[in-house]
């Protein structure tokens, strides 16, 4: 019995001493190894910031803005390419193991198995804009578009709204949008269309498409806090439609094809290149051809821009069409802008444009102001309220001064 007594108080002191050793290998593992999720997360998460950098639309597309025209008076950081930027992955942590079968347990029947639905709703966007002029002129739109993700990974919308002109000397018009579009990726290329009608209140109704093909010159770098590094992307567009830029031209049922390319570079992680070209032609037998450059160099919360606009029709049809046809129009600008978070909901962008406008020969004062903040409501709500007044003409004013108003703002919900 003594020996025995020995021996277990032997073996208990070696197993004691082993089990103490165990743990502080364990506890110094935990303090110096990160798991494979939280690496994951550290490599994936976009920043904020440059998730919504990069995620704004352009205003010659039918988003915030929707007219088909790439006015000069839309100068702005929206007008750039946004990059496609990785997702995070839905899910990083690894499936789980399957349970072993059960005895007497039968195999699962189809109605109980749980299926992947077809279409899943992703968002509603609502888009909201007024503008006017003092010269009597007043549009509006109201376009909200619904989003769903398809089981492959696509994308589909439906769009509608109601939109309202007004001008001097013209009966006013109501428009209704209607438009279905899908997206979805080819290997690299990322493919947009879509196509609808436009139904007026004493005007007959009109077809609309659009097509978009964005392709990568050379791959995105990202930044493991999710900050675009470089980029080059080019892009097709194609769009066809009625020519809303008044009262005027609807009335006189104005429609334009326009096609051209895009180019989005992206220098630096501060530093960005915009380009952009179209070809109009008009159902009057008009054309025309427009482009736009926007450099710009980000410092924190601040940025410069330098802006050019040119703009040229072969024929000036105002006077009998309705819409803005300068032979030759140039504008060049500087811009300077802040941007930053007011409050933990609240986020504001002040800038301000200045430079000069050529028309027919003779300079003036080109000048832009802008305001425009979004508020945070929840997790899945979002809001955009803008401001901006700009001096740029979009119409012949016989030398009057030019001044047009423009509220804006959308509404975001997200599934």
């Not at 939109?163 to 493919?191: A, C, D, H, M, Y």
């Not at 009335?251 to 992680?269: A, C, K, S």
């Not at 410092?299 to 040229?312: D, I, V």
């Amino acid at each position: 019995m003594g020996c025995l007594q020995i021996q277990l108080g032997v073996i208990c002191s070696v197993g004691i001493w082993i089990l103490s050793e165990a743990q502080l290998q364990a506890a110094q593992a935990h303090q110096t190894w990160k798991s494979p999720l939280g690496l994951t997360e550290q490599v994936t998460t976009i920043n904020p910031e440059s998730a919504e950098q990069y995620s704004k639309p352009l205003p010659y597309r039918l988003k915030s803005t929707p007219i088909l025209l790439a006015a000069p008076e839309n100068f702005n950081p929206d007008l750039r390419l946004p990059p496609s930027l990785p997702e995070p992955p839905q899910n990083s942590s690894p499936p789980p193991l399957p349970e072993p079968p059960q005895p007497n347990s039968s195999p699962p029947t189809t109605a109980t198995e749980a299926k992947t639905p077809d279409a899943v709703l992703e968002s509603i966007h609502t888009d909201y804009r007024y503008d006017t002029d003092n010269f009597g002129q007043t549009n509006f739109f109201l376009e909200p578009t619904v989003q769903f993700r398809l089981r492959n990974g696509n994308k589909i919308f439906f769009k509608t709204g109601f939109n309202f002109f007004e001008q001097r000397g013209v009966e006013s018009i109501t428009n209704f949008p209607l438009q279905v579009g899908w997206q979805g990726k080819i290997g690299q290329v990322t493919l947009q269309t879509a196509a609808g009608v436009d139904v007026f209140n004493r005007l007959p109704t009109a077809i609309n498409l659009n097509v978009k093909v964005d392709a990568p010159i050379a791959p995105p770098r990202v930044s493991s806090s999710g900050r675009l590094l470089s980029a080059v992307i080019i892009s097709g567009n194609l769009e066809q439609g009625p020519h809303k830029s008044n009262a005027r031209t609807l009335d006189n049922q104005i429609t334009v094809w326009r096609f051209g390319p895009d180019l989005y570079w992206q220098i630096d992680r501060n530093t960005s290149l915009f380009s952009s070209l179209r070809l109009g032609n008009y159902n009057d037998g008009n054309s025309e051809v427009q482009s736009f450059s926007r450099l710009e160099r980000k410092f924190g919360q601040f940025s410069l821009a330098a802006n050019l606009f040119t703009w040229s029709y072969d024929r000036d049809l105002e006077r009998t069409s309705g819409y803005f046809s300068p032979p030759d129009f140039l504008v060049y600008n500087g811009e300077l802008a802040w941007e930053g978070d007011i409050a933990q909901f609240l986020r504001c962008r002040l800038a301000a444009n200045l430079g000069r406008q050529r028309l027919k020969g003779e300079f003036d004062n080109a000048n832009t102001y802008q305001t425009r903040c979004t508020v945070k409501l929840s997790p899945s709500i979002e809001a955009d309220l803008g401001y901006s007044f700009s001096n740029v003409r979009n119409q012949e004013t016989s030398g009057s001064a030019y001044g047009g108003n423009s509220f804006t703002g959308q509404l975001r919900v997200k599934f």
